[in-house]
């Protein structure tokens, strides 16, 4: 007889584990993971455990609770006594949650899909219950071994490298912009149809260097840039424009901040696309990186932050150390 598979469901709370408040607002993270279980119509079907890890919302989300996740994560993985994980999590932070573990975790022996909810579990057409139920088959699934941290959500499967929030109310509420999902679950079936590239995975730290973001946008003010830079980061993330420009003035702050030893990455503010040395006027990504800045292609600068921080908490805050946490490589077989 075939065994059942063994599922750990990670509560952290969120939409997906809201209750009704006394005011008619929803009150995030206060239904416990095993009443949400209670409710997929799973019953017998797998043998899914319940860990409440922290119960919030996800604006309260942060390093500590990424590095203790993580943690977790490898504990079972280790355990050898589950087959997959999912973490259930509120839709705000939820890309960023899901990057941090696919920056440090190895998913080629176990499973891990992350999933929330855009309604509250007692509101009207609540995607709560099936996304949770859809997020424990899809770790049941054997096709899900070595594709990275997955998320799921209204039965689009995305890899957590490039999954975004792009709605904040739809059903359907998160998108990999340009590049579509990864595939889809229908009916118990993962249909997989295209497999992410990925970068190095890196080490889970006991702590997390501050690292910053430093919005680009038409008329910027180098004084915003420069009280950020002086205010001591470890590193910083320019949201660069197009290509990875930025306003003219701020390239000697920039410069500035490197030569004391600030590490600064560039990516793009655009939805999909390459930083890329394509012009010559002030400003450009070839002006910041002859003053030492590197350029980062295909992250979204919360993203990028993360692996920076990650990058910088390994050790090596040299150069071409930290252009090598960000070369892409193909996923295979």
């Known amino acids: 007889m075939t ?13 997906i584990a809201s209750v009704p408040g006394a005011e008619g607002r929803a009150i995030a993270g206060a239904m416990p993971g095993e009443e949400l279980l209670s409710r997929t119509g799973l019953n017998g079907r797998m043998e899914v455990k319940v860990e409440s890890l922290f119960q919030k919302g996800s604006n309260a989300i ?17 355990s050898g006594e589950i087959d997959g994980v999912v973490v259930t999590h509120g839709t705000d932070t939820l890309e960023d949650t899901a990057y941090y573990l696919q920056c440090v ?12 909810s855009q309604r509250t579990p007692h509101a009207p057409g609540s995607d709560a219950y099936v996304n949770l139920r859809h997020a424990i088959e899809l770790a049941a699934c054997e096709e ?90 470890a590193g910083a993330v320019i949201d660069g424009l197009g290509r990875g420009q930025v306003p003219p003035d701020w390239v000697p702050v920039v410069r500035k901040a490197i030569d004391a030893g600030i590490v600064v990455a560039v990516c793009s ?23 030492g800045a590197i350029g980062v292609s295909h992250l979204s600068a919360r993203k990028a932050r993360i692996r920076l921080a990650l990058s910088i908490a390994a050790g090596d805050k040299a150069a071409s150390s930290i252009r090598a946490a960000f070369q892409w490589r193909p996923t295979h077989d």
């Open 3 to 15: 065994r059942l598979k063994r599922i750990m469901l990670l509560s952290t709370g969120g939409t």
């Open 62 to 78: 942060g390093p500590a609770e990424w590095m203790q996740l993580a943690a977790r994560c490898r504990q079972l993985a280790a």
């Open 105 to 116: 975790l190895d998913t080629s022996q176990m499973p891990i899909v992350v999933t929330g």
């Open 144 to 233: 899900s071994l070595g594709l990275g941290v997955l998320v799921l959500f209204n039965q689009s499967v995305f890899s957590a490298t490039f999954v975004r929030k792009t709605s904040s109310f739809q059903l359907h509420g998160f998108d990999a912009p340009g590049l579509g999902a990864m595939g889809m679950f229908d009916e118990g079936v993962f249909h997989l149809l295209q497999r992410p590239v990925s970068l190095p995975m890196l080490p889970n730290p006991d702590k997390l260097p501050r690292v910053d973001i430093l919005p680009a946008y038409g008329g910027a003010d180098p004084s915003m840039a420069r009280a950020i830079l002086e205010s001591g980061p």
């Open 269 to 291: 503010s655009t939805l999909h696309g390459a930083t890329h040395q394509s012009y010559e006027y002030p400003g450009t990504l070839h002006d910041l990186e002859n003053a």
